[in-house]
């Protein structure tokens, strides 16, 4: 079921990538970079395991791209998903499922940027030295929730600068990407010219090291480094608002994996090449400790301004992009229905959008950063995006050539890779993730099927009153 004509198409491809690389980078590189050396234990490890993780970003962007283009329209996996698999049938679950876990996965990625964001402010507190006899009651009375409470108001920001046309939100979205962009350009300039490649590409264990126990650290390490990543496909939850999308949608997906993979990849060797990887392992401000030492203490400052910029971005983007799930399976009949409401002015699915900022806040005020990531990610391995890999595969075969405006290189060797890569992933992200995102899908498998039974819908229609 094709949506009605209420959103405004208003995103070319220069809003498209931005709006994609703002999401990626966000504050997800400059918080896990000490995790993923803890995982590697190395500094030529932990450049494999960003390697690794843009490599699968690549190998799956080729999926979204395909079905981006052939699907432009609001909802992106929630759409994919029910076409793939049959719209009246196991399309019709998997669909639900992905709205159900859009419920919980979706605000936990909007708090994660919210919750980075105020974790890298605390570098600016210190650095502030002493407090005001205010601010001091201040802090005494937030106490340990400050980081919370920062959060909150980053998420109540972001939805205030989302409450406006497309095509203004576009512009927004340019003017972040290009701070985003440039943050991330000065970090590997000021590393130039201490640029050690011994130090920066030295496996601790010997280029020649390979084992089995360096496998499984790479899967630990890749875990972090494809949190980073996630967001190169948020064009396609705005399918429904791009202009000439079949060809924009892909070239946005590219664009925006290829240069922040050259940028993630420069970025973690200017800090290697200044901070050893020992020190940077253990540091909770890598990024503002490297600019410090690289360039001094008045330029660590700013750097952290732009970063919190940079988080504030990824925050925007992940809410902006989000907020068309609910409303296009509103639309779809697949959930409650006041969230396919469109703003009669503005012409964007404010209700959606408000629902989901709400929810975004609850989670920044009860959740801290760790552990939401595993999560996220776990959550989202298995339905969205290996069911969206076998998906591909099942359209093809249904569809004709005509109707995929664009076909992958070295079809089927990118989906064989993207899916094994994702079950590898959600393997690595630990056995209390897994259980957790098994028993939310179980939950929504049995919430489906009691809908379906009122509505008599499948796997009940043929069940007489």
Known sequence: ???????????????????NMTFMVGIGPFVVIPFVIQAMRGSGESMLAWAA???LAICDGCIWAE?????????????????????????HLLSFLFIWQTLFQGPLSIASGALGFADYAAYLAERAGRFSRMAEAVAGAIGSHADNLIAAAVVVLAVALLYRRIAYIGRISVVFSAIVTGTMVWIIAAGIPHFHARQVFEFSGGVGSYSWLLLAALGHGTVQTIYSYLGYYNVCNLGGEMKNPSRNIPRAIFLSIFGITALYL????????????????ASRFVVSAFIERACGSEWAALATALILVTALGSVFSATLGYSRVPYAAALDGNFLRVFSRVHPKKHFPHVSL???????IAFSLFFSLLSVIKAILAMRCIIQFAGQGVGLVLLRRKWQAGRMPFRMWLYPLPVVAAVAGWIWIFVSTGRTPMLASLAAAGAGILVYLGRARYARQWPFEEIAP
């Open 266 to 281: 420069g970025m973690q060797a200017s800090i290697l090449s200044v901070v050893p990887w020992r020190e940077a392992a």
């Open 67 to 91: 079905l981006g283009a052939a699907l432009p329209e609001a909802g992106g996996s929630y759409v994919f998903l029910r076409e793939a698999y049959g719209p009246a049938r196991w399309g």
């Open 354 to 360: 408000l629902a989901l900022g709400a929810a975004a």
């Open 1 to 19: 079921m094709s949506e009605p004509d209420q959103l405004e198409r208003g995103l070319g491809l220069i809003e498209a990538t931005s709006l």
């Open 53 to 55: 993780g843009g490599l």
